[in-house]
């Protein structure tokens, strides 16, 4: 199982980023998808996750400013990030998890800067 991240970047507070993964060596359909993200100094925290029946969780403090997806059919997961401030700022991992056996796999991280 292979997930690689990317759509990261430098944004201004305000502004607007949409971050893909995609995926390979897996039954996506089989997967539960989420992104988490990791602020210096913090520990990891799942920001958002999607069910493998469309079901979806956010963190409270992304909720009407995050939205995530999943697209079956290219086995990728994206998060669509708007309203950025700074506390957005961290390193975002999308993991996938199976939804039999419960082992999770994690991709390489993206790096997302919100100057204020």
């Known amino acids: 199982v292979q997930l690689q991240a990317s759509g990261g970047g430098l944004v201004q507070a305000g502004g607007s980023l949409r971050l893909s993964c995609a995926t390979s060596g897996l039954t996506f359909s089989n997967y539960i998808m989420g992104w988490y993200r990791q602020a210096p100094g913090k520990q990891r925290e799942l920001v958002a996750v999607?069910?493998?029946?469309?079901?979806?969780t956010y963190t409270d403090s992304v909720k009407g400013r995050f939205a995530i997806s999943r697209d079956n059919a290219r086995n990728a997961v994206y998060l669509q990030m708007n309203s950025l401030n700074a506390e957005d700022t961290a390193v975002y991992y999308c993991s996938a998890q199976n939804g039999y056996s419960r082992i999770t796999t994690w991709g390489q991280g993206t790096q997302v800067t919100v100057s204020s």
């Open positions: 999607i069910s493998r029946g469309g079901s979806i």
